[in-house]
């Protein structure tokens, strides 16, 4: 290309016997051949080359394409994805397909100057890696050549005039890697804008402002422990009245006849999905996770399964490894980094994701065959402001002892009447953190998960809500593994409320901001939903300290107040018990939980240890704001499948 009129693009890197690569003299637009130009002769069919070459037999061909008359997916994806052809066959008769060549990375390394122009992440979503200039024209390597023209003008804005060659996926990925893997490190812890990001969280200051009011409350109650008692009281019964209304008024709404959808609507093209399934030092659950998830019923060929593990986790990874996983399933090892969280590894995960609808499992979970099919479908009926779709958890070890049994009850009722109630009142829906599908280009849009925050997914259902998109649930479950162990119990716990503390910092950073973006009435539903549900877990000791006069034991405020106020008092606590009972009765209705309706007396035995939890997020806020205390999966799971 040094010379001037030279009209071949021939890198030192083409695989010996590969066609050239055409392109036109300097300071023109560079194409490929002219089989892959747009005004030459037809390119060969795919299938035919494959034939030719010895690469399939004739049968598994005609198989490849009756499902491909029903897929809309391309041919490559599918014979690969159903074992009829390799990777590497596929990609060389995409080479002859396009008149061009398969990059061979032994050879030599893409130049990170070039792609520093693109972008490492925009790179991956896009399947093109710059490789090398020769003269005017840049070689770039592209891993799906089909969609090449889609980004010509995107990469020669930012190029200059480019030449195809073909890749395969894996090295591409390798390639790119090998030069700009920290940045994509970086990039994955911060990747949301810093304005809705718990990362510049202080634990100092809180530290002091927490100091500062212990100290004021504790002087309060040397000189007036009636009237500090009575304010505590006071703001406790307010968000207890008020969180029982709106979960009364969410299971009113959530009763309501449901309109029938439209399924005429449904997309005739099913969009590619890709599961992102974080694991951390779970070698024992990984062959189970592999059965579990092989059961969903969605294509292989538009199904991309993700297990996202950390690049030392090296068990896990060998697990996995004699796992023997299917093409549609490969592992993403996380660089290694001081902050452990799962936000951090989905965000590093999604930039190697494939499909048009990006879902999270967690490693336990099983779900239903099904469930995809519904989730895209429920997509394709919908606008795009529909961003996220929740799917229903539940446990499938709910008869192991008495915390599983009351964690079965509580997840009924949050999953089953809550969520799908909050969801209709058209309030901000906290999401869960598995079971969770969304399209892809809203979550590139909010820049992914907050990597830094222990509770991504009810922070994520703010940001969603915040930038003007909702979340629908959908009746399909996936069962889990609940944790019925105390102290781990608590634990996990403890790491929820310590995230929707500081999800509560940080979006109540301007007021003014949120209750702008959500309105007045989505803006009282987080105070309740965030504050309310932290105040009552705070302070919940002084609610139990009524249960004094219930034993006759009298109680400071019985001669403080006037007797109404106590009797209106009495009644609150009759309501707030009779609605947490008749709501967890009603989500048992479900014949597989309809023996644990007895159960929900316990629940008054259940909820304290919340209360251990919530001082013990309070002080990790201090000393440890981003430490992920992880759950061990895999303990009761022997029902599941």
Not at 150 to 165: D, I, Y
Not at 222 to 229: E, K, S, T
Not at 625 to 640: E, M, N, R, S, V
Request: proline share 6%; charged share 20%.
């Amino acid at each position: 290309m040094g010379q001037a009129g030279r009209r071949w693009c021939e890198p030192d890197n083409t695989a010996a016997g590969s066609p050239p690569l055409r392109t036109v003299p300097a300071g023109g637009s560079a194409t490929v051949s002219a089989r892959g130009s747009a005004g030459g002769s037809k390119r060969p069919q795919l299938g035919a080359i494959l034939l030719r070459n010895g690469a399939i037999r004739a049968d598994d061909l005609l198989r490849a394409l009756e499902l491909q008359t029903r897929r809309k997916a391309p041919l490559g994806d599918i014979l690969r994805a159903h074992g009829l052809a390799s990777d590497r066959a596929v990609m060389a008769a995409l080479a002859d397909q396009f008149g061009t060549s398969v990059i061979d990375p032994a050879r030599s390394r893409p130049d990170p100057r070039l792609i520093d122009r693109i972008g490492p992440r925009r790179c991956l979503q896009i399947g093109c890696l710059p490789w090398a200039r020769a003269g005017a024209c840049t070689l770039v390597a592209c891993a799906r050549p089909d969609q090449f023209d889609t980004h010509r003008a995107e990469l020669e804005a930012a190029l200059g005039p480019v030449a195809m060659a073909v890749i395969p996926e894996t090295d591409l990925h390798a390639a790119l890697l090998g030069s700009r893997r920290s940045a994509l490190r970086l990039m994955a812890e911060t990747c949301v804008a810093a304005e809705e990001s718990c990362r510049l969280w202080n634990g100092q200051r809180f530290s002091r402002y927490a100091a500062a009011a212990a100290i004021a409350m504790l002087a309060a109650t040397v000189a007036a422990p009636l009237a500090a008692f009575l304010g505590l009281f006071g703001l406790v019964l307010v968000f207890l009245v008020a969180g029982n209304l709106l979960k009364i008024a969410a299971a009113i709404a959530n009763s309501r006849p449901r309109r029938v959808p439209d399924t005429t609507v449904t997309a005739l093209r099913k969009p590619g999905v890709s599961i992102m399934v974080p694991l951390y030092r779970e070698p024992d659950i990984a062959p189970r996770l592999v059965k579990r998830l092989g059961a969903l019923t969605y294509p292989r060929e538009l199904l991309d399964v993700m297990l996202v593990c950390e690049e030392d986790d090296h068990l896990t990874r060998d697990a996995l490894a004699a796992s023997r996983l299917p093409h549609w399933m490969r592992v993403i090892p996380v660089p290694d980094s001081a902050l452990r969280t799962k936000p951090r590894a989905l965000n590093y995960a999604l930039n190697f994701a494939r499909g048009e609808v990006i879902g999270v499992y967690d490693a336990e979970d099983a779900p239903a065959p099904d469930q995809l099919h519904r989730v895209v479908d429920l997509f394709a009926r919908s606008g795009p402001d529909l961003a996220c779709v929740q799917g229903v958890l539940d446990y499938y070890n709910p008869r192991t002892n008495w915390l599983s049994r009351c964690f079965t009850i509580e997840y009924a009722a949050w999953f089953r009447m809550i969520l799908p109630g909050l969801a209709r009142l058209g309030l901000v829906v906290p999401l869960g953190g598995t079971t969770l599908f969304f399209r892809r280009e809203t979550l590139d849009r909010l820049g992914g998960w907050d990597a830094h925050n222990v509770t991504e997914d009810a922070d994520l259902g703010i940001r969603l809500a915040r930038h003007g998109y909702r979340t629908e649930l959908l009746d399909s479950v996936t069962l889990e593994e609940a944790n019925c162990r105390v102290w781990p119990w608590v634990k996990q716990r403890s790491r929820w409320l310590k995230g929707y503390a500081m999800t509560y910092a940080v979006h109540m950073r301007d007021p003014g901001l949120l209750w702008r973006q959500l309105g007045a009435w989505r803006f009282w539903g987080v105070q309740v939903l965030f504050l309310g549900t932290l105040v009552q877990f705070l302070l919940a000791p002084i609610l139990w300290s009524f249960w004094l006069m219930l034993f006759g034991l009298g109680h400071p405020l019985a001669s403080a107040l006037p007797h109404g106020a106590l009797i209106g008092v009495a009644a609150m606590f009759l309501m707030s018990e009779v609605a947490g009972l008749a709501i967890n009765i009603a989500a048992l209705k479900n014949p597989r939980h309809r023996f644990l309706r007895p159960w929900t007396l316990s629940l008054h035995l259940y909820f304290p240890l919340a209360a251990i939890a919530a001082w013990k997020g309070c002080w990790e806020m201090i000393s440890s704001p981003f430490y992920w205390d992880k759950t061990t999966h895999g303990l009761h799971d022997t029902g599941a499948g």
